[in-house]
Nanobody, 118 residues
Framework: QVQLVESGGGLVQSGGSLRLSCAAS????????MGWYRQAPGKQRELVAR???????NYADSVKGRFTISRDNAKNTVYLQMNSLKPEDTAVYYC????????????WGRGTQVTVSS
């Protein structure tokens, strides 16, 4: 079975930093596009950042310049370094693994809460 387990969330002051981790098992990790999404109460889930199998990254405009996504294929782990955090970053952050070859595979973690106080 596939598992994506997020960690690193918590409470931080405005302007502070957190690093989220997502450990994957049950998949050939290096073959998947990995992403971080977030969902605030009453809002739709949105893409925060993603990284392709070749290392190309993409960020939401709201986090560009503040967040950095990276992956360590040897550890089957994707990271999200979050700096200069703002209260509007408060949300549940979800890890995603995506692959489409002959069939589409799309997996989600259960999320980790990030709360930024002002």
């Amino acid at each position: 079975q596939v598992q994506l387990v997020e960690s690193g969330g918590g409470l931080v002051q405005s302007g502070g930093s957190l690093r989220l981790s997502c450990a994957a098992s049950g998949i050939i990790f290096s073959g998947y596009v990995m992403g971080w999404y977030r969902q605030a109460p009453g809002k739709q889930r949105e893409l925060v950042a993603r990284i392709t199998t070749s290392g190309t990254t993409n960020y939401a405009d709201s986090v560009k310049g503040r967040f950095t996504i990276s992956r360590d294929n040897a550890k089957n782990t994707v990271y999200l370094q979050m700096n200069s955090l703002k209260p509007e970053d408060t949300a549940v952050y979800y890890c995603n693994a995506f692959l489409s070859v002959l069939i589409t595979s799309d997996y989600w973690g259960r999320g980790t809460q990030v709360t930024v106080s002002s």
